[in-house]
């Protein structure tokens, strides 16, 4: 079973950067396709970005596309979120998740991303 931990998040001006990351534990993390997610104060949570077990494949929503990058270092176990031109509607809380088919069974505990205009 993997468990997930994200850190990296604060408080950043607008058109800032942060990089979040997401430390999994367990010896299967490559085997899992990797995703963040997002859920803003009063808004449902949703999908920001993918990346495959292999790291060759990665998928974005379009409110991030071009100024979010996804990664990750199976041999660090680690899954990054790089954010960049941030906007005060990039404020939520930041989930990385996991699946090994196409359901997310597999969370973290989130860390607050704070865009101040």
């Known amino acids: 079973q993997v468990q997930l931990v994200e850190s990296g998040g604060g408080l950043v001006q607008a058109g800032g950067s942060l990089r979040l990351s997401c430390a999994a534990s367990?010896?299967?993390?490559?085997?899992?396709?990797m995703g963040w997610f997002r859920q803003a104060p009063g808004k449902e949570r949703e999908f920001v970005a993918r990346?495959?077990?292999?790291?060759?494949?990665?998928y974005y929503a379009n409110s991030v596309k071009g100024r979010f990058t996804i990664s990750r270092d199976n041999a660090k176990n680690t899954v990054y979120l790089q954010m960049n031109s941030l906007k005060p509607e990039d404020t939520a809380v930041y989930y990385c998740?996991?699946?090994?088919?196409?359901?997310?069974?597999?969370w973290g505990q989130g860390t607050q991303v704070t865009v101040s205009s």
């Open positions: 998740a996991a699946t090994r088919s196409v359901v997310y069974d597999l």
């Open positions: 990346i495959s077990w292999s790291g060759v494949s990665t």
């Open positions: 367990g010896r299967t993390f490559s085997m899992y396709t």
